[in-house]
């Protein structure tokens, strides 16, 4: 609207300034007009008043107008933030279901998600076997009553085992294999493959009882295992290492599985492995190859880590070395494997010899057969160029602890690193 002079009320628009000089000079003191009268300008837009109570209804109206504007920005604010608020809210809210799917996934994944253990899984899978025509209900009833039995026992059933692979390795490379300059070979290990029960998350006692076997048959380790005579069942084993934890060992460890293995299909590791070799006086050590150490990615002082620890004490011009060192239990991301022996080429490579939990006992036993060619190693050989992880870690067997040594390594273990190499 436009503006109204103080003085008649008239609109007068844009021409305000001029019509009050003409109609209402008299009151302005114009020239001429003999007045005197104060005059007070509006500060806000420079209207002239003579009445000082005009002009603060005057000011008070561009107060009032200006109010108005103010509260209607203030309003559009507050509606921003809370839009924003609630914007914010949601995101969080996706983001905390999104890491809720994701720690299931994980749970699942590592066999942390109260979905049973061994004897379920064995069981459910024979149950899809028969289902599938590819068992007989005989053979499932027989099976179960012989894993009930195994489990009541704690004794390894012994159906995944493969014995002899590393004499029938001695007697090849001693007749055959003109490539390879030496080699050296753990004492006897028997090869242990994953079952019904384990398949997908046994692979670390797996390779625990394939350790286990070397050192049963040591005069060395056999006081420290005067009570573990036979190769224990993965339920076994897992109960054993709750003990080693009960003991005190590897706190920060046990916390990550809720202090509880059985019954899971919990994964284990290098940790864990130690924990319950050095609960049973086994003296050994975690060695960490935290990042590659050669081209492309390889770890070629892994390899040559190895050769050290398999050709001390072992020296000699003899091609085949069958020594007394046990296997070394070799670990990377989302797998684990036992090493039982390296060969060295006449061209100054190495290669690994590795016994895998997933290597069925069919594809071992053909191990057990002369091969001229050597074909059949290809199951057990890994060069350098083969293993291309981002780390790795091994837990090497070294002797026995005294009582005092393992109760020192308790101690040590509640802040337990592992050696890195640089």
């Known amino acids: 609207a436009p503006p109204e002079c ?25 020239p001429g007009t003999g007045n005197d009268e104060q005059l007070y300008e509006c500060p806000m837009c420079s209207l002239t008043c003579t009445d000082i109570q005009i002009l ?3 000011v008070d109206l561009h107060l009032e107008e200006h109010s108005f504007s103010e509260g209607g920005n203030i309003r559009d604010l ?30 699942k994944q590592y066999g942390l998600d109260n979905s049973g253990g ?6 459910k899978n024979m149950e899809r076997e028969v289902d599938r025509g590819r068992m007989h209900p005989f053979e499932y009833h027989k099976r179960k009553a012989d894993m009930m039995e195994s489990l009541a026992f704690g004794i390894d059933d012994g159906k995944t085992k493969t014995s002899g692979v590393i004499e029938a390795l001695c007697k090849y490379y001693q007749n055959e294999s003109k490539d390879v300059k030496r080699v050296w070979l753990s004492a006897g290990v028997d090869h242990f493959h994953s079952s019904l029960g384990d398949r997908g998350w046994g692979c670390g006692y797996r390779n625990f009882q394939m350790l286990l076997s070397s050192l049963l048959q040591n005069s060395l380790y056999r006081d420290c295992l005067r009570d ?21 060992f590897d706190p920060q460890g046990a916390s990550h599985f809720n202090n509880r293995l059985h019954g899971s299909k919990a994964w284990i590791g290098a940790c864990e492995i130690y924990s319950l070799l050095t609960s049973l006086r086994i003296k050994c050590q975690i060695i960490d190859f935290h990042k590659p150490t050669g ?10 880590w190895i050769l050290h620890y398999y050709s001390t004490d072992n020296e000699g011009d003899t091609k085949v070395t069958c020594t007394s060192k046990p296997p070394i239990y070799l670990q990377h991301q989302g797998h684990s494997r036992t090493v039982v022996g390296i060969e060295e080429k006449k061209n100054k490579s190495l290669c690994l010899l590795l016994f895998d939990p997933g290597c069925s006992s069919q594809e071992m036993q053909k191990l057990l057969k002369q091969n001229s060619d050597g074909t059949n190693l290809k199951l057990l050989r890994k060069f350098v160029g083969s293993l291309k992880e981002k780390q790795y870690q091994i837990v090497a067997v070294d002797g026995v602890l005294s009582l005092e040594e393992k109760a020192a390594r308790c101690r040590a273990s509640q802040v337990l690193t592992s050696e890195k190499i640089p």
């Open 6 to 30: 103080p003085f008649c009320g008239e609109a007068a628009g844009r021409e305000l300034e001029e019509h009050v000089r003409e109609r209402h000079g008299h009151l302005l003191g114009a």
């Open 56 to 58: 603060e209804e005057h």
């Open 78 to 107: 507050e509606l921003a933030r809370q839009l924003q608020t609630e914007e914010d809210k949601w995101q969080r809210s996706e983001e905390e279901k999104r890491e809720r799917e994701e720690f299931k996934k994980l749970q």
């Open 118 to 123: 061994y004897k379920q899984q064995f069981l």
């Open 228 to 248: 573990t005579t036979l190769i224990p069942s993965i339920p076994k084993i897992q109960s054993m290492i709750e003990d080693a934890w009960r003991e005190g």
């Open 295 to 304: 081209a492309m990615g390889t770890h070629p002082r892994l390899f040559e």
